[in-house]
């Protein structure tokens, strides 16, 4: 597995300097991005200035390997930074984790002479694309002629590259391809309730030769450079970008909701003067709290295990699936009480009327349908004995 099977993973997050630093820069720019909120989604796509921000910090980079000049940032720095990121602006959270994730599974996954072109240092080229629902790959001399039409590539307005899944005609086979983002054409129609600001539009190509090494297995937990967190594999790191970017919103709602609750106290007929609100509040609060605690319990013992040397179990596969869904739904259920409860303060113009429609739109996405808690309650009932986790299915 050549650098993930010779480097410890204690050894590798314990020469990682950037880790900490990472997570205070994601703190240092919460002001910016949640300032910068509204006007993003006015543009649909991130401001310049926040843009910029997640390059200088190295934010683009969180999981890019180290040997290419990334962070390569484990399972509960990136939680931390991408829940603040989120809080700030659920947006910007949801731009920087797509393209993180790109940018670094296609650095850890692809052919040594992509690597070097698309990695050479200096300012980093972000990626950005859909990886999940394919088009076509047509196998040709030295690579793959690449086609199809592709939905919801967020943040590819503020990307140069794209990253795009396929499955290859003569076998089946979902594979990732890498080529310049003016070989697509994109169609502009991210004419939606919410996440606005990601400019997750569509996308074409026809025929885009793609070489063989800027592409790579969609299912691959084989890194070719990088420590053992890439065993995670592109799915695990969906898991760690879906769940604390619900964790992070989840908290922002709440947190507005007890400043507008403090802003009227001790006025007759206030929410802080209603008992049953005070109740239903407390265990709103409750529900955010058990899905952070299950979410950091489940993480920290894939980390536990990575620094042993070994990758993630196939328990841990379905525990990460899990937590993911409960924090998904629990902190659907918060963003609807604040909703209800900050009466026509929820449907004006503001952080809790724009929150709500972000997060119900983040819910549509795959990896929050019901499909996948079955399979998680199949493989903790014991009646999925012989399958394994391939992508959020259950195959033999």
């Not at 850890?108 to 690597?115: H, K, T």
Request: proline fraction near 4%.
């Amino acid at each position: 597995m050549s650098e993930a099977a010779t480097s410890t993973a204690a050894g590798s997050a314990a020469s990682n300097g950037k880790q900490a630093d990472l997570v205070e820069a994601a703190k240092g720019l919460m002001e910016l991005v949640d300032r910068d909120a509204t006007a993003a989604e006015t543009l649909g796509q991130l401001t310049d200035e926040v843009e910029e921000a997640f390059h200088e910090t190295g934010l683009w980079g969180m999981w890019v390997p180290q040997t290419l000049g990334g962070a390569e940032l484990w399972p509960i720095a990136s939680l931390h930074v991408l829940e603040d990121t989120s809080y700030a602006d659920p947006s910007a959270g949801w731009v920087l984790m797509a393209a993180a994730l790109a940018t670094g599974c296609d650095a850890a996954y692809m052919g040594d002479e992509a690597a070097a072109q698309l990695y050479p240092g200096g300012r980093l080229l972000v990626h950005a694309g859909q990886g999940t629902r394919p088009g076509q790959a047509l196998t040709t001399d030295g690579g793959y002629l690449v086609s199809g039409e592709w939905q919801f590539a967020s943040g590819i307005k503020n990307s140069q590259i794209i990253h795009t899944g396929s499955l290859v005609e003569e076998t089946g086979q979902p594979r990732i391809a890498i080529f310049p983002k003016e070989q697509a054409t994109f169609i502009d129609n991210w004419d939606v309730l919410g996440l606005r600001a990601t400019g997750s539009i569509d996308y074409t190509a026809d025929s885009v030769f793609v070489p063989e090494p800027f592409t790579y297995p969609a299912v691959t937990d084989v890194p070719l450079r990088g420590g053992i967190v890439f065993t995670l594999g592109i799915v695990n790191f969906g898991m760690i970008c879906h769940t604390s970017w619900a964790l992070g919103v989840g908290r922002r709602m709440l947190d507005e909701l007890r400043k507008l609750v403090e802003g009227k106290a001790g006025r007759p007929g206030s929410l802080g003067e209603n008992e049953e609100f005070l109740g239903d509040f407390a265990m709103a609060e409750a529900k955010w709290r058990a899905a952070h605690a299950l979410t950091y319990e489940t993480w920290n013992d894939v980390e536990d295990t990575l620094h042993g040397g070994d990758p993630m179990t196939l328990d841990q596969q379905t525990r990460t699936r899990l937590a993911l869904q409960h924090a998904t739904w629990s902190v659907q259920e918060v963003c609807m009480f604040v909703y209800l409860a900050a009466g026509t303060a929820g449907i004006r113009e503001g952080i809790i009327q724009r929150a709500f429609r972000d997060y119900h739109t983040g819910t549509q996405h795959f990896t929050s349908s019901p499909p996948i808690r079955q399979n998680c309650g199949r493989m903790l009932a014991g009646i999925a004995k012989g399958k394994k986790w391939q992508f959020l299915n259950l195959v033999d």
